[in-house]
């Protein structure tokens, strides 16, 4: 059974830092893109980060490049968003996905609010 | 980028109702369209993929069809736990874009 587990969430001042994981079981993980989808308080979805199955290439939304960055430890089974100069508007549940062109597997998400 | 136009943005409809999604794509995306629902609380499912592609499980009432740039979600009778709110996705080139949403309630 496929399994994305993320953590790392919780309240951060603007400004600050915060990295995300998200735990991979049930699939071979290097075998796959994937990617961070977060969705603010009572809005839409939106795509924020995918990185190839090697690590090699990385691809983000133009409101989060040059302060976050995706990541991957293949040996771990484990994705990585290092989230720096956060800001009110990051504030969202961030979620892990497996990418094959479309996002097949979800994870259950995790908040990051940024707030003073 | 990539706009994608989601229509409508709420639908109330009746148990065994035929509904139907769409979303408009600003350009040529081939199939690269996927939909996607999500209860309250939970995360997206994936329901639909390579635009008319049923995922794994998903109960065959769900569909869908595309017609050049326009796509369409058909749920052919409309069960209780249809209800959420429906987003596609083009994945046909970064920055991937979602739809704005339909929230899908009962009537």
């Known amino acids: 059974e496929v399994q994305l587990v993320e953590s790392g969430g919780g309240l951060v001042q603007p400004g600050r830092s915060l990295k995300l994981s998200c735990a991979a079981s049930g699939f071979t993980f290097s075998n796959y893109y994937m990617a961070w989808v977060r969705q603010a308080p009572t809005k839409g979805l939106e795509w924020v980060a995918s990185i190839t199955n090697s690590g090699g290439s990385t691809y983000y939304r133009d409101s989060v490049k040059g302060r976050f960055t995706i990541s991957r430890d293949n040996a771990k089974s484990t994705l990585y968003l290092q989230m720096d100069s956060l800001r009110s508007e990051d504030t969202a549940t961030y979620y892990c996905t497996r990418v094959e062109y479309y996002f097949d597997y979800w994870g259950q998400g995790v908040m990051v609010t940024v707030s003073s | 980028d990539i706009q994608m136009t989601q229509s409508p943005a709420s639908l109330s409809a009746s148990l065994e109702e035929i509904v139907t999604i769409t979303c408009q794509a600003s350009?040529?995306?081939?199939?690269?369209l996927s939909w996607y629902q999500q209860k309250p609380g939970k995360s997206p499912q994936l329901l639909i993929y390579g635009a008319t592609s049923l995922a794994d499980g998903v109960p065959s009432r769900f569909s869908g069809s595309r017609s050049g740039t326009q796509y369409s979600l058909k749920i052919s009778r409309l069960q209780v736990e249809d209800i959420g709110i429906y987003y596609c996705?083009?994945?046909?080139?970064?920055?991937?874009?979602f739809g704005a949403g339909t929230k899908l309630e009962l009537k």
């Open positions: 350009q040529d995306i081939g199939n690269w």
């Open positions: 996705l083009q994945a046909y080139s970064a920055p991937y874009t």
